[in-house]
């Protein structure tokens, strides 16, 4: 996540076919991931952790993978629009690891 977000910012050449709406929601699902630990490690919200971590892994590695896609899809295949499959990316990222996280439960 640190490289791809300073990839993005300090490297313009690199900013080809990647949308900052990408970089935004894979950095937003990391620190989801990263608040997690903030929390005390009493038994009361022990499983709402687990929840939120497996949330948040699962949601990192989609939006890793998706991201990855959408640069393929751009350079590659030649999209124009970086952005355009954005109502799919969301349903993937974020839908995938809530129904993960509620069918674990």
Known sequence: CVAITYAY???PS????????????FTVSVLI??????LPDVESVRQFKIGIRLYATTSSLLWATLYLANKYLVVSRGSHVPWRY??????????LPFVTVISSA
């Not at 991931?33 to 903030?38: R, W």
């Not at 954005?86 to 839908?95: N, R, T």
């Open 9 to 11: 910012i300090v490297e």
């Open 14 to 25: 690199l900013r080809r076919g990647i949308s900052p709406q990408l970089v935004l929601w």
């Open 33 to 38: 991931g990263l608040a997690v630990f903030a």
């Open 86 to 95: 954005a109502p799919s990316y969301h349903f993937i990222a974020w839908g």
